[in-house]
């Protein structure tokens, strides 16, 4: 009745309205699909694991015994930089004794302290259009969907998805990522998203205040994911129209999005280790 | 066994996108070397077999991305239908239109992308430098897109060779070009 040709063009097309439906589905966040993704993210991430070792193994190898060039120049470098740091954590051991004196005077909740993992990436998302990344420490580490990521130069991203072992970060230069953050100089609030590649901008901050070039973006602590403090980027540009309430305001984060190697993951005080096991 | 060696290959693929591609100096982000082996499979293998891979690889990549779910399988389809509809209109392809069939099929998925965030509802967001991510993408699929083409070529002619060596028997194969 049908020739073979004409069934399989029926059929492709079935096919395409199927994922068109799905796509509907998924796209609106309504609905999620873990099952199956956390089995393939399984499956997958043994194998970026071991060419992204790979790769870095051949790597440290160049730099570490063939590329040895400027290692005395960055020697001095960096012990002039430690002796500021040293003198830079004794401020901080003062300013932390004397918080925590004046905190048990107010009779503030004693906070708990958060514990970090700390996770290698192996891999990155197929699709140039989403900025995401995967690491790989999952749920039996205690890494569960919505926990922050950072480093130590500032906020790297959240976790969105986490299978056993393996987890997928958002980072926060991805255009779908928010994070609530504050101008550490004037205290402004804005929202902190993505704009390409090596650019944030900050939504949302008032006209009124005063936003200089350099002023230091901190998080606000208020979207329940990212803790008071953390370091995001630095204003690299501030743009007031003659209209409008808000102003247009660019950042540079902090990290470095293309040498991202490794990441720390912010574990909630009482995750329950065990639980993924 | 021609249907492992799909999946072979479509790994593989996946993995240097993943692992290997982001220690590379690209801006942004490589295109989906996944279209230049669906375009192989639809110039040389029969449309069960295009459609299979389209299918196995759409979950596989939809799962490691954080695109909205469906998105791969859908795109894959979509590029498969247009590579036959191309080839059934060209009736054949030389070594000048094989990189524009690529890079078609590439533009074509960034166009699709962009049209999921236009979707009802949808949440995804394009981002602010989309021309320049599309338009390196597509110069990079005119410049490299045959050489991945001809390398999924030649690594099936590699397996159907050792296939028969074990077997001793033919893994029905595509024609040279």
Same mark, same amino acid.
């Given at each position: 009745m049908f020739s073979k040709n004409r069934l399989a063009v029926a059929g492709l097309l079935l096919l395409i309205a199927l994922h068109l439906t799905i796509l509907t589905v998924s796209g609106s966040r309504r609905y999620y699909f873990p099952g199956p993704a956390n089995v393939i993210t399984t499956f997958t991430g043994p194998f970026q694991e071991i060419v992204s070792k790979a790769i870095r193994f051949s790597r440290d190898i160049w730099y570490q015994y063939f590329f040895?060039?400027?290692?005395?120049?960055?020697?001095?470098? *960096?012990?002039?930089?430690?002796? @500021?740091?040293?003198? &830079?954590?004794?401020?901080?051991?003062? *300013?932390?004794?004397?918080? &925590?004196?004046?905190?048990?005077? *107010?009779n503030f909740r004693q906070q708990q302290p958060d514990r970090l993992v700390a996770a290698e990436v192996i891999g990155k998302d197929p699709s140039a259009w989403y900025k995401s990344v995967v690491i790989d420490k999952g749920l039996s580490d205690g890494v569960s969907a919505g926990r922050p990521v950072l480093m130590a130069e500032g906020v790297?991203?959240?976790?969105?998805q986490a299978a056993n072992h393996y987890?997928?970060?958002?980072?926060?230069? +991805?255009?779908?990522?928010?994070? +609530? %953050? *504050?101008?550490? &100089?004037?205290r402004a609030r804005g929202?902190?998203?993505?704009?390409? %590649?090596d650019t944030c901008r900050l939504l949302y901050v008032l006209r009124k205040h005063e936003v200089m070039e350099g002023d230091l973006v901190i998080s606000s602590g208020l979207d329940g994911v990212f803790p008071k403090g953390l370091r995001i980027g630095s204003v690299m540009?501030? @743009?007031?129209?003659?209209?409008?309430v808000f102003q247009a305001i660019q950042l540079r984060p902090f990290v470095n999005f293309e040498k991202l190697e490794e990441v720390m993951v912010l574990l909630s005080a009482d995750a329950d280790l065990d639980a993924g096991r | 066994m021609a249907y492992l060696f799909h999946i072979l290959i479509g790994f593989g693929l996946l993995l240097v996108q993943t692992a290997v591609a982001p220690w590379m100096p690209f801006p942004g982000g490589f295109y989906?070397?996944?279209?230049?082996f669906l375009l192989y499979l639809v110039i040389f293998r029969p449309l069960g077999e295009a459609v299979f891979v389209a299918l196995f690889m759409g979950a596989v990549v939809d799962s490691v991305s954080t695109t909205p779910f469906g998105f791969y399988g859908l795109a894959y389809q979509v590029i498969i239908a247009m590579g036959y509809w191309v080839l059934g209109f060209l009736h054949s392809l030389n070594r000048l239109l094989i990189p524009l069939f690529v890079a078609l099929g590439v533009l074509l998925e960034n166009l699709?992308?962009?049209?999921?965030?236009?979707?009802?509802?949808?949440?995804?967001r394009p981002p602010r430098d989309v021309s320049e991510l599309i338009l390196f993408q597509v110069t990079a699929a005119?410049?490299?897109?045959?050489?991945?083409?001809?390398?999924?070529?030649?690594?099936?002619?590699? !397996?159907?060779? !050792?296939?028969?060596?074990?077997?001793?028997?033919?893994?029905a194969g595509g024609e040279a070009f």
């Open positions: 040895l060039v400027s290692v005395g120049q960055t020697n001095e470098r *960096l012990e002039a930089a430690m002796g @500021e740091c040293v003198a &830079s954590q004794n401020r901080c051991v003062e *300013l932390a004794l004397s918080n &925590s004196r004046l905190r048990s005077l *107010l790297v991203g959240m976790v969105t987890a997928t970060v958002l980072l926060v230069i +991805d255009q779908n990522s928010a994070v +609530d %953050a *504050l101008i550490q &100089s004037n929202v902190v998203k993505g704009l390409s %590649a540009g501030v @743009e007031k129209t003659n209209t409008g | 989906d070397l996944q279209i230049p699709l992308m962009l049209g999921a965030c236009l979707l009802p509802g949808a949440m995804a005119l410049l490299t897109g045959y050489f991945i083409l001809r390398g999924c070529h030649y690594l099936h002619r590699g !397996w159907r060779g !050792w296939m028969r060596t074990l077997f001793k028997s033919d893994d």
